[in-house]
């Protein structure tokens, strides 16, 4: 749960958006934001996390690059995908 909450962290900073911001677009409340990108929501449902990907955009290729480019998303070889593509399929 502490990568994936790095992960989004790292998203959401990318994308320049607040938390209060994030809680707005995604539904979810700003404390339970901070919880998760601090790995501390170990039983947090499916449909928020997808709430709080969805808000951020379909930029957002879940914290990695799967493109091996010069960007401000680490690269990750093994990401063939974006997440929002994979909640696509």
């Not at 449902?45 to 690059?65: H, N, W």
Request: with cysteine; hydrophobic share 35%; charged share 20%.
């Amino acid at each position: 749960m502490v990568l994936i909450g790095a992960r989004f962290r790292h998203g959401r900073r990318q994308a320049g958006i607040s938390q209060r911001k994030l809680a707005q677009k995604s539904g979810v409340s700003q404390s339970l934001i901070s919880r998760f990108e601090r790995g501390r929501t170990p039983g947090m449902s499916t449909i928020l996390v997808i709430r709080i990907g969805m808000a951020l955009g379909p930029g957002f290729p879940f914290g990695c690059c799967p493109h091996q480019h010069k960007c401000a998303w680490p690269y990750n070889p093994d990401a063939a995908r974006k997440w929002s593509e994979i909640l696509n399929d």
